[in-house]
Nanobody
Framework: QVQLVESGGGLVQAGGSLRLSCAHS????????MGWFRQAPGKEREFVAI???????DVADSVKGRFTISRDNAKNTLYLQMNSLKPEDTAVYYC??????????????WGQGTQVTVSS
């Protein structure tokens, strides 16, 4: 059983930055693929980024060049560095572990989410 806990969300002005964290409780973090999704009000949960075990990543076109996914295996933590934030980035951000289909809402474990609000 894996528990995921996101943190780091908040209110920021457009153009600002935030760094989200996702703490993984299990012993398998270093070998688990980990991803970030987001869900805005009235919309479906959408893929943001994924990291496989280290340096192999994929990022959605909508955030490419602005968001960076990384991980620290010593701390069992996944990060999402978000720069140049836009109001349309406003959403609840979720981390997931062990994808069955990494770009789809199909992961074995999910965190509870953290709210990111970008004001214009």
């Amino acid at each position: 059983q894996v528990q995921l806990v996101e943190s780091g969300g908040g209110l920021v002005q457009a153009g600002g930055s935030l760094r989200l964290s996702c703490a993984h409780s299990g012993r398998t973090f270093s070998t688990d693929a980990m991803g970030w999704f987001r869900q805005a009000p009235g919309k479906e949960r959408e893929f943001v980024a994924i990291n496989w075990r280290g340096t192999i990543t994929d990022v959605a076109d909508s955030v490419k060049g602005r968001f960076t996914i990384s991980r620290d295996n010593a701390k069992n933590t996944l990060y999402l560095q978000m720069n140049s934030l836009k109001p349309e980035d406003t959403a609840v951000y979720y981390c997931g572990a062990r994808p069955r289909n990494y770009r789809r809402n199909d992961y074995e474990y999910w965190g509870q989410g953290t709210q990111v609000t970008v004001s214009s």
